[in-house]
């Protein structure tokens, strides 16, 4: 997994160069930034992330535990993930599935809107990120059997209740 992930940012870093020499861009980044600025907005059990990522930039986001919405409101980028590539261009919404790790150019400025579920209301952005995103794929992978097990427990007592 991590091979295919460093090809993948090797193979974006080439079209950063590509296309930073030929559009002339002078504000490229790579990876967090504050030249990527972002907006927190809350709702009962929801949060809502917005990124704004200027044209150029090259992201590799982070592993989420769950199933989420994403729209792309504006702009075009190449997506990479483990199983595509992709150009899309906003405005449109997806699902990201779990596990999914992407990494991105911005060939236009674009607006980038992610969903999340906030079970507990809070408005701490550390205490989300644990709720919301792995670590690695290792931690995703020890959230997933976690998640399995007490779902095998909940079923199993569920069918003794009902049994009665």
Known sequence: MVEVVTT????????????????GIDNVFVGDTVNCPLKHSFSDNIYVREISIPKGTVLVGKIHKHEHPNFLMSGKVRVVTEDASEVLEGPLSMIS???TKRALIALTDLVWITIHHNPTNTRDLKEIEK????????DYNRFIENKNKISFKLKNKLIKILSK
Not at 8 to 19: A, F, P, R, V
Not at 131 to 136: L, M, P, Q, T, Y
């Open 8 to 23: 993948i940012i090797m193979d974006l870093k080439t079209q950063h160069t590509e296309i930073k020499k030929s559009n």
């Open 97 to 99: 599935s779990p596990g």
């Open 131 to 138: 709720i919301v995103i792995a670590d690695s794929y290792d």
